[in-house]
């Protein structure tokens, strides 16, 4: 009999007063990469991001990032392709030692306002290993066959 450990990082989440009765973050497929991220707007007074307008919109967590990972806020493509919704900033990074409210900055690229109402899955997050490096200045780089070839060096 194979015993399965679960080998994944836990992720702590703080409900906020205005987290109270939004179901959690979830992956919402056996293999979802992200869990998506719910508006916690307020139930009376919806969103609406008119074209060209962003808005930074919460979700009503703390979220207590594993260390050595980090959060990785990424747009839906069901919203970018249909309202032109994203994320300005994707993908926003959630630091492991943020304690604060974590919040979506969304952007409305398309040509219709788009409403977004209390608990509407709005983002997701990825939670991905990350690692710090220890910077050190050196006097010169290392040669390589690229070089300084960048933007299109290597042709379409
Ligand atoms: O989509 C995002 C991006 C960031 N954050 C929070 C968590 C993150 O740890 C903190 C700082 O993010 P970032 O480092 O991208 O912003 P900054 O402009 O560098 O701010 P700071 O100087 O506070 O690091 O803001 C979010 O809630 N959502
Ligand atoms: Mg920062």
Redesign the pocket.
């Known amino acids: 009999m194979t015993i399965h450990h679960d080998t994944r990082p836990t992720l702590n989440l703080i409900r906020l007063a205005n987290g109270e009765g939004l179901d959690l973050p979830a992956y919402e497929s056996k293999g979802a990469a992200g869990m998506d991220l719910r508006a916690a707007v307020d139930e009376a007074a919806p969103l609406t991001l008119l074209p060209g307008k962003r808005a930074l919109v919460p979700t009503g967590f703390i979220f207590e990032i594993p260390e050595g990972f980090e959060g990785q806020?990424r747009p839906r493509s069901g919203l970018a392709f249909k309202n032109g919704i994203t994320?300005l900033?994707t993908p926003?990074?959630?630091?492991s030692?943020?304690r604060?409210?974590?919040?979506?900055?969304l952007i409305n690229l398309g040509e219709e306002a788009f409403v977004i109402s209390r608990g509407m899955r709005i983002a997701q997050m990825v939670i991905a290993p990350v690692t710090q490096a220890r910077v050190a200045e050196i006097t010169e780089a290392s040669e390589t066959m690229r070089g300084a070839g960048g933007f299109g060096s290597t042709g379409v």
Do not use: A, H, Q, R
């Not at 926003?92 to 630091?95: I, L, N």
């Not at 604060?100 to 900055?105: A, Q």
């Open positions: 806020v994320c900033n926003g990074t959630v630091d030692d943020y604060g409210e974590v919040k979506v900055l």
